[in-house]
């Protein structure tokens, strides 16, 4: 497996750099660290003593995978999960936050082995990962990256603002969709067909 830091430098080059886009939750963000990020955490990288636009301008590279590291991949208890699961989930965290342990742990339901969905890699939802992997070590990396990608469907059926994230211009997968297929086998990436009738119902 990579090193974590080096999973945290390809999530920054995927996020990209500064965008401030009305229709995304997150607003002004950069290399998928977003203002509310920093203010939560209180880091003022301008060092002029708040935190605003400004310091989200600021923020470098390798700050913002420090960041990760830090905050979505240990505090979470990310660093607890089967190595093959960690990449997707880690990423997933950096995108959506605790949906990402949540999605997963919902998805122990399917295997058998519900849990509670609090977003948090506890002990308990370490033990019971780590049971549906020594049983499924060849499915459970794609089953998560296949239900990662339906709950980007779902934001997108649910909230209009958030379907450009999902389908392109041109009605081609999305962004979300690209992202979450990064993770799953090839053999079970959605064909232009499947994923032009997944969004068929989307105006």
């Known amino acids: 497996m990579h090193s974590v830091e080096s999973i ?14 009305p229709d995304d939750p997150g607003g002004a963000t950069k ?8 203010k939560r955490l209180g880091i003022d990288v301008d060092g002029d003593r708040d935190v605003d636009v400004a310091d ?3 923020l470098t590279p390798d700050r913002a995978a420090a ?19 960690q990449p997707s989930v880690f990423d997933m965290q950096v995108n959506a936050g605790a949906n990402a342990v949540k999605i997963l742990q919902r998805l122990m339901a399917a ?11 506890g002990p308990v939802t370490a033990r019971t ?14 089953a998560y990256g296949i239900a990662r990608r ?13 379907r450009k ?6 009605g081609g997968k999305g962004g979300w969709i690209v992202r979450a297929e990064e993770f799953i086998s090839e053999k079970y990436h959605f064909s232009a067909a499947e994923h032009a009738a997944r969004v068929a119902a989307w105006a």
Not at 67 to 85: K, N, S, T
Not at 165 to 170: D, H, L, M, N, V
């Open 67 to 85: 960041i990760y590291v830090a905050h979505y991949f240990r505090e979470p208890g990310i660093d607890r999960l089967p190595e093959p699961l």
């Open 165 to 170: 994230f999902a389908r392109t211009k041109a």
């Open 129 to 142: 990962v780590g049971r549906v992997m020594a049983k499924a070590p060849e499915h459970l990396v794609d």
């Open 31 to 38: 290399h998928g660290v977003t203002l509310a990020t920093l």
């Open 8 to 21: 945290a430098a390809e999530i920054v080059r995927r996020e990209g750099g500064f965008v401030n886009d």
């Open 56 to 58: 989200v301008k600021a």
């Open 150 to 162: 339906n709950y980007y469907y779902k934001l997108g059926d649910a909230r209009p603002a958030s």
């Open 111 to 121: 295997f058998g082995l519900p849990l509670k969905d609090d977003g948090v890699v």
